[in-house]
């Protein structure tokens, strides 16, 4: 177990019964604004927050564990622990556990999903984790640390824009989000084909596709909330059509009727009423709509015509002021 703490830890942050979960979607930005890594400490508790890093999915072994230590101790966090557990019996190590039962914040690297889910699912670490998150606690995880937050967590398959049959395959994850399935690295990996698969397979699950350098901030209540550079993609196929259940081999599924929503960062969505609720640009979705009324024109009002022509033309309303006006 790896540990930077302050000379005096914070408590953990207090919060509501279930916490935050948060799918980020891989290679978030680690040396720029890094949005997405601040908003982990915001939710977790800023300064007070206690942050439990994972590092068993990953190849890059202590490296990536010091990496991740030292970016939330440069953003003040006060107590960062690094665990990085190698088989099920390490993951039920007193110890470990005895991390998350006292952290605000539980976040969990990329690398291999399968690894991480055959190491931590069932276990005493992995029971730990789910305690923490229904006490209130963030649980965040990038990449592969995304994909284990779901219950049915992706473990392999293809890419490609066509939904195929037999296209991915699916493994227990911790069951954070029972009613999704998360993807990672979405667009820059065109995975787009594999979860509408899935989701053909599962029309009660959401599919929930997240870019990289992008997070998905879901909220006990349901609401989802996109921050970071890309999108998130979610695929509702609940009142969908589907050849899934007679397909064969390789063959490309047919899947209609499936509701697609794509998510920049700002965009309120909520998941339980699988709506979206608030977008940046668009009025307040949650009020009443109003009634539209015929518009009454102002007394001694006159219209500036060069505008109305400038609306729609190539020309800006600059350039039709300068033009002669017998042209």
Do not use: K, M, S
């Given at each position: 177990m790896t540990r930077v703490t302050a000379a005096s830890a914070a408590a953990p942050a207090a919060g509501p019964v279930r916490g935050i979960v948060m799918p980020i979607g891989g290679a978030e930005d680690k040396v720029g604004r890094m949005t997405v890594l601040r908003e982990v400490v915001r939710l977790a508790g800023g300064s007070a927050a206690r942050i439990v890093v994972i590092s068993t999915a990953s190849s890059l072994g202590d490296e990536i564990t010091h990496a991740y230590l030292q970016i939330f101790s440069s953003l003040g966090v006060s107590e960062v622990v690094g665990i990085r557990p190698e088989s099920r019996a390490?993951?039920?190590?007193?110890?470990?556990?005895?991390?998350?039962?006292?952290c605000s914040a539980v976040f969990m690297t990329g690398g291999n999903q399968v690894k991480l889910a055959a190491i931590v699912v069932g276990t005493p670490l992995g029971a730990a984790i789910t305690a923490a998150h229904r006490r209130g606690a963030l649980v965040a995880g990038t990449s592969a640390g995304a994909s284990i937050l779901s219950t049915h967590m992706i473990s392999l398959g293809s890419g490609g824009a066509t939904p195929k049959f037999r296209m991915s395959q699916v493994s227990e994850g911790l069951g954070l989000l029972p009613q999704a399935i998360v993807d990672q690295h979405f667009t820059q990996r065109n995975r787009f084909g594999r979860l509408l698969s899935l989701v053909a397979n599962n029309p009660a699950q959401l599919?929930?596709?997240?870019?990289?350098?992008?997070?998905?901030?879901?909220?006990?209540?349901?609401?989802?909330e996109v921050k970071g550079r890309g999108v998130v993609t979610v695929m509702d196929g609940s009142a969908a059509l589907t050849t899934a259940y007679t397909a064969t081999g390789t063959q490309p599924l047919m899947i209609s009727d499936v509701r697609l929503h794509s998510l920049p960062r700002g965009v309120v969505f909520d998941l339980d009423g699988r709506c979206l609720v608030s977008a940046p640009g668009l009025p307040d979705l949650s009020a009443p709509p109003t009634v539209a009324r015929p518009v009454d024109v102002p007394a001694g009002l006159r219209p500036d015509s060069r505008r109305i022509a400038a609306e729609g033309a190539h020309e800006s309303t600059a350039e039709l002021r300068r033009r002669p006006a017998s042209s």
């Open positions: 390490q993951a039920a190590a007193p110890d470990l556990v005895e991390a998350v039962d006292g599919g929930i596709g997240v870019d990289e350098d992008t997070a998905a901030i879901i909220r006990p209540d349901g609401r989802l």
